[in-house]
Protein backbone atom coordinates (compact mmCIF):
# COMPACT_ATOMS: atom_id res chain seq x y z
CA UNK A 1 0.00 0.00 0.00
CA UNK A 2 1.24 3.46 -0.96
CA UNK A 3 0.58 5.79 2.07
CA UNK A 4 1.35 9.99 1.93
CA UNK A 5 2.28 11.23 5.50
CA UNK A 6 1.29 14.77 5.96
CA UNK A 7 3.17 16.99 8.09
CA UNK A 8 4.11 20.45 8.98
CA UNK A 9 4.70 21.64 12.73
CA UNK A 10 6.95 20.71 15.03
CA UNK A 11 4.31 18.28 17.16
CA UNK A 12 3.73 16.57 14.34
CA UNK A 13 7.38 15.47 13.11
CA UNK A 14 7.83 13.92 17.00
CA UNK A 15 3.70 11.90 16.36
CA UNK A 16 5.36 10.67 12.54
CA UNK A 17 8.48 9.31 14.09
CA UNK A 18 7.38 6.32 15.58
CA UNK A 19 5.06 5.73 13.33
CA UNK A 20 6.75 6.39 9.82
CA UNK A 21 9.47 3.50 11.57
CA UNK A 22 6.61 1.11 11.25
CA UNK A 23 5.05 1.91 8.66
CA UNK A 24 8.20 1.23 6.19
CA UNK A 25 8.17 -2.21 7.36
CA UNK A 26 5.32 -2.68 5.90
CA UNK A 27 4.39 -0.32 2.97
CA UNK A 28 5.55 2.54 1.08
CA UNK A 29 5.54 6.15 2.76
CA UNK A 30 6.01 9.20 0.83
CA UNK A 31 6.40 12.51 3.10
CA UNK A 32 4.80 15.56 2.58
CA UNK A 33 5.97 18.58 4.74
CA UNK A 34 3.75 21.65 4.22
CA UNK A 35 6.48 23.93 5.58
CA UNK A 36 4.30 25.52 8.41
CA UNK A 37 7.29 25.26 10.48
CA UNK A 38 10.47 26.08 8.62
CA UNK A 39 13.11 27.79 11.39
CA UNK A 40 16.10 24.75 11.75
CA UNK A 41 15.47 23.99 14.96
CA UNK A 42 11.40 24.06 14.50
CA UNK A 43 11.90 21.49 11.71
CA UNK A 44 14.78 20.04 10.44
CA UNK A 45 16.40 19.31 13.87
CA UNK A 46 13.40 16.45 14.71
CA UNK A 47 14.31 14.80 10.97
CA UNK A 48 17.47 14.47 12.00
CA UNK A 49 17.29 13.91 15.66
CA UNK A 50 14.71 11.27 15.30
CA UNK A 51 15.85 9.47 11.98
CA UNK A 52 12.78 11.25 10.57
CA UNK A 53 12.74 10.37 6.53
CA UNK A 54 13.62 12.67 4.36
CA UNK A 55 10.34 14.59 3.30
CA UNK A 56 10.12 13.47 -0.38
CA UNK A 57 8.07 17.29 -0.77
CA UNK A 58 8.44 20.46 1.10
CA UNK A 59 5.98 22.85 0.26
CA UNK A 60 7.44 25.58 1.39
CA UNK A 61 4.15 27.26 2.42
CA UNK A 62 5.33 29.17 5.41
CA UNK A 63 3.86 31.68 8.17
CA UNK A 64 0.40 33.58 7.09
CA UNK A 65 -3.54 34.02 8.13
CA UNK A 66 -5.53 30.81 8.65
CA UNK A 67 -7.14 31.16 5.07
CA UNK A 68 -4.17 32.10 2.94
CA UNK A 69 -2.07 29.34 4.95
CA UNK A 70 -4.42 26.53 4.63
CA UNK A 71 -5.20 27.59 1.03
CA UNK A 72 -1.54 27.38 -0.32
CA UNK A 73 -1.16 23.74 1.65
CA UNK A 74 -4.80 22.39 -0.02
CA UNK A 75 -3.67 23.24 -3.41
CA UNK A 76 0.29 22.02 -2.91
CA UNK A 77 -1.17 18.85 -1.50
CA UNK A 78 -3.44 18.67 -3.97
CA UNK A 79 -0.82 18.73 -6.49
CA UNK A 80 1.23 15.91 -4.88
CA UNK A 81 -1.48 13.79 -4.06
CA UNK A 82 -2.27 14.13 -7.80
CA UNK A 83 1.03 12.99 -9.38
CA UNK A 84 1.26 10.24 -6.49
CA UNK A 85 -1.93 8.89 -6.40
CA UNK A 86 -1.91 6.88 -2.64
CA UNK A 87 -4.07 4.49 -1.41
CA UNK A 88 -4.60 6.46 2.24
CA UNK A 89 -3.14 9.70 3.60
CA UNK A 90 -2.47 10.06 6.93
CA UNK A 91 -2.52 12.86 9.08
CA UNK A 92 -2.00 13.93 12.29
CA UNK A 93 -3.29 16.41 15.57
CA UNK A 94 -4.96 19.47 14.90
CA UNK A 95 -2.80 21.98 12.89
CA UNK A 96 -4.21 23.65 9.46
CA UNK A 97 -1.53 21.37 7.81
CA UNK A 98 -3.87 18.36 9.55
CA UNK A 99 -6.99 20.21 8.12
CA UNK A 100 -5.54 20.96 4.49
CA UNK A 101 -4.09 17.37 4.16
CA UNK A 102 -7.06 15.85 4.83
CA UNK A 103 -9.45 18.64 3.56
CA UNK A 104 -7.37 17.80 0.26
CA UNK A 105 -7.76 13.67 -0.03
CA UNK A 106 -11.11 13.72 1.09
CA UNK A 107 -12.32 15.45 -2.09
CA UNK A 108 -10.15 13.46 -4.29
CA UNK A 109 -12.24 10.29 -2.41
CA UNK A 110 -8.66 9.34 -1.10
CA UNK A 111 -8.79 8.16 2.64
CA UNK A 112 -7.83 9.98 5.70
CA UNK A 113 -6.52 8.38 8.94
CA UNK A 114 -6.67 10.25 11.75
CA UNK A 115 -3.90 10.42 14.43
CA UNK A 116 -4.61 11.49 17.51
CA UNK A 117 -8.72 11.84 16.89
CA UNK A 118 -11.31 12.44 19.09
CA UNK A 119 -9.67 15.00 21.23
CA UNK A 120 -11.78 18.25 21.97
CA UNK A 121 -11.38 21.10 24.05
CA UNK A 122 -15.07 22.68 23.82
CA UNK A 123 -13.62 25.92 22.78
CA UNK A 124 -13.99 26.51 19.45
CA UNK A 125 -12.60 29.61 19.45
CA UNK A 126 -9.37 27.61 19.11
CA UNK A 127 -7.95 27.49 15.62
CA UNK A 128 -7.19 23.83 16.97
CA UNK A 129 -10.58 22.52 17.75
CA UNK A 130 -11.84 24.02 13.93
CA UNK A 131 -9.40 21.62 12.80
CA UNK A 132 -9.94 19.22 14.34
CA UNK A 133 -13.67 18.53 14.63
CA UNK A 134 -13.38 19.11 10.79
CA UNK A 135 -11.00 16.65 10.25
CA UNK A 136 -12.48 13.98 12.11
CA UNK A 137 -15.39 14.36 10.06
CA UNK A 138 -13.77 13.86 6.96
CA UNK A 139 -11.40 10.74 8.23
CA UNK A 140 -12.25 7.34 6.99
CA UNK A 141 -10.37 5.49 10.09
CA UNK A 142 -10.03 7.50 13.56
CA UNK A 143 -6.94 6.63 15.59
CA UNK A 144 -7.95 7.46 19.36
CA UNK A 145 -5.14 8.29 21.87
CA UNK A 146 -7.68 8.16 25.07
CA UNK A 147 -10.91 6.45 25.82
CA UNK A 148 -12.06 10.04 26.10
CA UNK A 149 -11.15 10.58 22.87
CA UNK A 150 -13.72 7.42 21.75
CA UNK A 151 -16.71 8.90 23.73
CA UNK A 152 -15.93 12.76 22.30
CA UNK A 153 -16.41 10.65 18.32
CA UNK A 154 -19.35 8.85 19.85
CA UNK A 155 -21.26 11.50 20.82
CA UNK A 156 -20.72 13.43 17.53
CA UNK A 157 -22.19 10.36 15.62
CA UNK A 158 -19.16 9.05 14.54
CA UNK A 159 -18.48 5.02 15.36
CA UNK A 160 -17.50 3.50 12.36
CA UNK A 161 -13.30 3.07 11.97
CA UNK A 162 -12.87 4.59 15.74
CA UNK A 163 -9.87 2.74 17.30
CA UNK A 164 -8.58 3.13 20.73
CA UNK A 165 -4.75 2.50 20.62
CA UNK A 166 -2.78 4.82 22.50
CA UNK A 167 -0.66 7.88 22.11
CA UNK A 168 1.75 7.78 19.29
CA UNK A 169 3.80 10.44 21.77
CA UNK A 170 3.91 8.32 24.44
CA UNK A 171 5.99 5.53 21.22
CA UNK A 172 7.98 8.13 20.94
CA UNK A 173 8.98 9.16 24.53
CA UNK A 174 9.46 5.48 25.61
CA UNK A 175 11.57 5.36 22.44
CA UNK A 176 13.80 8.55 23.20
CA UNK A 177 13.90 8.71 27.11
CA UNK A 178 16.93 6.35 27.37
CA UNK A 179 18.79 7.76 24.31
CA UNK A 180 17.91 11.67 25.86
CA UNK A 181 19.74 10.67 28.99
CA UNK A 182 22.77 9.15 27.24
CA UNK A 183 22.87 12.11 24.54
CA UNK A 184 21.59 15.62 25.39
CA UNK A 185 24.12 17.91 27.87
CA UNK A 186 21.28 20.29 28.33
CA UNK A 187 21.18 20.65 32.12
CA UNK A 188 24.88 21.06 32.20
CA UNK A 189 24.37 24.04 29.20
CA UNK A 190 22.57 25.80 30.84
CA UNK A 191 23.93 25.16 34.25
CA UNK A 192 20.36 23.91 35.97
CA UNK A 193 20.47 21.26 38.52
CA UNK A 194 17.56 18.40 38.54
CA UNK A 195 14.71 19.64 40.54
CA UNK A 196 15.95 23.01 40.84
CA UNK A 197 13.98 24.69 37.72
CA UNK A 198 10.50 25.19 36.29
CA UNK A 199 10.27 25.04 32.81
CA UNK A 200 7.69 27.20 30.70
CA UNK A 201 6.32 27.01 26.92
CA UNK A 202 3.74 29.14 25.76
CA UNK A 203 2.67 29.49 22.01
CA UNK A 204 -1.17 28.92 21.70
CA UNK A 205 -3.05 32.12 19.94
CA UNK A 206 -5.04 32.67 23.18
CA UNK A 207 -2.13 33.73 24.90
CA UNK A 208 0.69 35.13 22.52
CA UNK A 209 -2.11 37.14 20.54
CA UNK A 210 -3.97 38.55 23.94
CA UNK A 211 -1.69 41.45 25.14
CA UNK A 212 -3.60 40.93 29.07
CA UNK A 213 -2.87 37.39 28.67
CA UNK A 214 0.56 37.53 27.66
CA UNK A 215 1.32 40.31 30.25
CA UNK A 216 -0.08 38.32 32.69
CA UNK A 217 1.92 35.11 32.12
CA UNK A 218 4.84 37.55 31.75
CA UNK A 219 4.05 38.78 35.44
CA UNK A 220 3.76 35.48 36.68
CA UNK A 221 7.40 34.14 35.37
CA UNK A 222 8.88 37.18 36.83
CA UNK A 223 7.60 36.58 40.17
CA UNK A 224 8.43 32.41 40.59
CA UNK A 225 10.90 31.68 43.55
CA UNK A 226 13.28 29.24 41.41
CA UNK A 227 15.16 29.70 37.99
CA UNK A 228 12.77 29.23 34.97
CA UNK A 229 14.30 27.74 31.54
CA UNK A 230 11.64 29.11 28.93
CA UNK A 231 12.58 27.90 25.36
CA UNK A 232 10.77 30.44 23.05
CA UNK A 233 8.24 29.95 20.09
CA UNK A 234 9.08 31.79 17.38
CA UNK A 235 5.59 33.01 17.88
CA UNK A 236 6.16 34.25 21.28
CA UNK A 237 9.04 35.50 20.17
CA UNK A 238 7.06 37.71 17.79
CA UNK A 239 4.80 39.26 20.29
CA UNK A 240 6.86 39.72 23.24
CA UNK A 241 8.78 41.85 20.57
CA UNK A 242 5.85 43.68 19.34
CA UNK A 243 4.48 44.25 23.11
CA UNK A 244 7.49 45.47 24.09
CA UNK A 245 8.19 42.42 26.72
CA UNK A 246 11.23 40.74 25.59
CA UNK A 247 13.83 43.09 27.05
CA UNK A 248 11.76 43.17 30.89
CA UNK A 249 12.30 38.71 30.58
CA UNK A 250 15.57 39.09 29.11
CA UNK A 251 16.98 41.73 32.20
CA UNK A 252 15.17 39.27 34.29
CA UNK A 253 17.91 37.12 36.26
CA UNK A 254 15.58 34.60 37.03
CA UNK A 255 14.04 34.12 33.29
CA UNK A 256 16.20 31.79 31.48
CA UNK A 257 14.84 32.83 27.30
CA UNK A 258 16.57 29.59 25.11
CA UNK A 259 15.92 29.48 21.64
CA UNK A 260 13.66 26.04 20.77
CA UNK A 261 15.32 22.95 21.67
CA UNK A 262 15.43 19.90 20.05
CA UNK A 263 13.50 16.94 21.20
CA UNK A 264 15.70 15.06 23.22
CA UNK A 265 16.84 18.19 24.94
CA UNK A 266 13.60 18.45 25.81
CA UNK A 267 12.92 15.09 27.14
CA UNK A 268 15.43 16.45 29.45
CA UNK A 269 13.92 19.13 30.40
CA UNK A 270 10.66 17.89 31.29
CA UNK A 271 12.03 15.15 33.13
CA UNK A 272 13.81 17.09 35.48
CA UNK A 273 12.13 20.12 36.07
CA UNK A 274 10.26 20.48 39.13
CA UNK A 275 7.33 21.63 37.34
CA UNK A 276 6.24 22.67 34.37
CA UNK A 277 4.06 25.64 33.27
CA UNK A 278 2.63 25.54 29.61
CA UNK A 279 -0.24 25.91 27.28
CA UNK A 280 0.78 23.25 24.72
CA UNK A 281 -0.69 19.69 24.46
CA UNK A 282 2.16 17.59 23.98
CA UNK A 283 4.24 19.11 27.15
CA UNK A 284 1.45 18.43 28.91
CA UNK A 285 1.19 14.65 28.36
CA UNK A 286 4.78 14.25 28.57
CA UNK A 287 4.87 15.94 31.70
CA UNK A 288 2.12 13.36 33.06
CA UNK A 289 4.58 10.85 31.55
CA UNK A 290 7.46 11.43 33.04
CA UNK A 291 5.70 12.39 36.89
CA UNK A 292 6.17 16.32 37.02
CA UNK A 293 3.54 18.52 38.21
CA UNK A 294 2.14 20.72 35.22
CA UNK A 295 0.19 23.97 35.19
CA UNK A 296 -1.47 24.76 32.19
CA UNK A 297 -2.40 28.31 31.59
CA UNK A 298 -5.03 27.86 29.34
CA UNK A 299 -8.85 27.58 30.73
CA UNK A 300 -9.62 23.96 29.45
CA UNK A 301 -7.43 20.91 28.25
CA UNK A 302 -8.21 18.04 25.69
CA UNK A 303 -6.24 15.64 28.22
CA UNK A 304 -8.91 15.86 30.88
CA UNK A 305 -7.05 12.37 32.66
CA UNK A 306 -4.29 14.74 33.63
CA UNK A 307 -6.41 16.98 35.65
CA UNK A 308 -8.96 14.52 37.02
CA UNK A 309 -5.07 12.20 38.45
CA UNK A 310 -4.19 15.49 40.23
CA UNK A 311 -1.02 16.03 38.04
CA UNK A 312 -2.28 19.43 36.45
CA UNK A 313 -3.80 22.44 37.48
CA UNK A 314 -5.87 24.58 34.74
CA UNK A 315 -5.03 27.95 36.23
CA UNK A 316 -5.65 30.29 32.77
CA UNK A 317 -3.28 33.19 32.99
CA UNK A 318 -3.84 35.01 36.25
CA UNK A 319 -0.37 35.47 38.24
CA UNK A 320 -2.03 34.66 41.53
CA UNK A 321 -3.44 31.67 40.31
CA UNK A 322 -0.39 30.41 38.49
CA UNK A 323 1.55 31.19 41.56
CA UNK A 324 -0.81 29.23 43.88
CA UNK A 325 -1.02 26.52 41.63
CA UNK A 326 2.92 26.25 41.58
CA UNK A 327 2.98 26.22 45.95
CA UNK A 328 -0.05 23.76 45.94
CA UNK A 329 1.82 21.08 43.47
CA UNK A 330 5.13 21.68 45.92
CA UNK A 331 3.16 21.30 48.71
CA UNK A 332 0.86 18.04 47.24
CA UNK A 333 1.57 14.22 47.55
CA UNK A 334 0.41 13.34 44.12
CA UNK A 335 -1.41 10.33 43.75
CA UNK A 336 0.29 7.14 41.78
CA UNK A 337 -0.31 7.95 37.83
CA UNK A 338 -2.13 5.14 35.68
CA UNK A 339 -1.42 5.18 32.44
CA UNK A 340 -3.91 6.44 30.27
CA UNK A 341 -1.91 7.35 26.93
CA UNK A 342 -1.60 3.82 26.67
CA UNK A 343 1.39 1.57 26.47
CA UNK A 344 3.53 2.21 23.95
CA UNK A 345 2.76 0.47 21.04
CA UNK A 346 0.25 3.13 19.25
CA UNK A 347 2.26 3.02 16.50
CA UNK A 348 2.38 -1.12 15.85
CA UNK A 349 -1.68 -0.77 16.23
CA UNK A 350 -2.17 1.58 13.97
CA UNK A 351 -0.05 0.09 11.34
CA UNK A 352 -1.42 -3.17 12.02
CA UNK A 353 -5.19 -2.02 11.86
CA UNK A 354 -4.19 0.12 8.87
CA UNK A 355 -3.10 -2.92 6.66
CA UNK A 356 -6.28 -4.88 7.59
CA UNK A 357 -8.21 -2.55 6.50
CA UNK A 358 -6.71 -2.24 2.95
CA UNK A 359 -5.85 -5.64 2.34
C1 LIG B 1 0.99 25.85 15.11
C2 LIG B 1 -0.38 25.20 15.24
C3 LIG B 1 -0.63 24.83 16.69
C4 LIG B 1 0.50 23.97 17.24
C5 LIG B 1 1.83 24.68 17.02
C6 LIG B 1 2.95 23.77 17.43
C7 LIG B 1 -2.14 25.98 13.70
C8 LIG B 1 -3.31 26.87 13.54
N1 LIG B 1 -1.44 26.14 14.83
O1 LIG B 1 0.96 27.07 15.84
O2 LIG B 1 -1.84 24.08 16.77
O3 LIG B 1 0.28 23.76 18.61
O4 LIG B 1 1.99 24.98 15.62
O5 LIG B 1 4.14 24.46 17.67
O6 LIG B 1 -1.86 25.20 12.84
N2 LIG B 1 7.26 31.03 12.98
C9 LIG B 1 8.59 31.19 12.71
N3 LIG B 1 9.30 30.10 12.30
C10 LIG B 1 8.75 28.88 12.13
C11 LIG B 1 7.39 28.74 12.40
C12 LIG B 1 6.65 29.80 12.83
O7 LIG B 1 9.15 32.28 12.85
O8 LIG B 1 9.47 27.93 11.74
C13 LIG B 1 6.50 32.19 13.50
C14 LIG B 1 5.91 33.08 12.43
O9 LIG B 1 5.97 34.39 12.88
C15 LIG B 1 4.46 32.62 12.40
C16 LIG B 1 4.19 32.25 13.84
O10 LIG B 1 5.42 31.71 14.29
O11 LIG B 1 3.59 33.63 11.96
C17 LIG B 1 3.08 31.24 14.02
O12 LIG B 1 3.32 30.05 13.26
P1 LIG B 1 2.10 29.12 12.81
O13 LIG B 1 2.62 27.88 12.20
O14 LIG B 1 1.11 29.91 12.01
O15 LIG B 1 1.37 28.79 14.15
P2 LIG B 1 1.96 28.24 15.53
O16 LIG B 1 1.72 29.27 16.56
O17 LIG B 1 3.34 27.74 15.32
N1 LIG C 1 9.18 20.54 22.08
C1 LIG C 1 10.51 20.52 21.69
N2 LIG C 1 11.25 21.65 21.86
C2 LIG C 1 10.74 22.79 22.40
C3 LIG C 1 9.37 22.79 22.81
C4 LIG C 1 8.62 21.66 22.62
O1 LIG C 1 11.01 19.50 21.20
O2 LIG C 1 11.49 23.78 22.53
C5 LIG C 1 8.37 19.33 21.89
C6 LIG C 1 7.64 18.86 23.12
O3 LIG C 1 8.47 18.05 23.93
C7 LIG C 1 6.48 18.08 22.52
C8 LIG C 1 6.16 18.89 21.27
O4 LIG C 1 7.34 19.63 20.97
O5 LIG C 1 6.89 16.78 22.14
C9 LIG C 1 5.02 19.80 21.53
O6 LIG C 1 4.91 20.72 20.52
P1 LIG C 1 4.23 22.14 20.70
O7 LIG C 1 4.22 22.52 22.12
O8 LIG C 1 4.89 23.05 19.73
O9 LIG C 1 2.75 21.90 20.14
P2 LIG C 1 1.42 21.26 20.73
O10 LIG C 1 1.73 19.95 21.34
O11 LIG C 1 0.84 22.24 21.68
O12 LIG C 1 0.55 21.14 19.53
Redesign the pocket.
Known amino acids: MKIATIV?????FIKAAPVSRELRKHHQEIIIHTG????Y???AVFFEEMDIPRPDYNLGV???N?GW??GRMLEGVEEVLLKESPDLVLVY???????AGALAASKMHIPVAHVEAGLRSYNKR???EQ?RVLTDHISSLLFCPTETAVQNLHREGITTGVYLVGDVMYDALVYNLAIAREKSDILERLQMFPGEYVLATV???EN?DDLANLQNIVEALTRIDSPVVFPL??????RLIEADLLNFLEVNDCVLLIPPVSYLDMLVLVSNAEVVLTD???VQKEAYILGVPCITLREETEWVETVAAGWNILTGTRPEKILSAIMRMRSTDLPERKPVFGDGQASMKIISILSRNFE
Open positions: GARPQQHYDNMSGSGHQTGDTNSTLMPENHRATHPRTKASGG
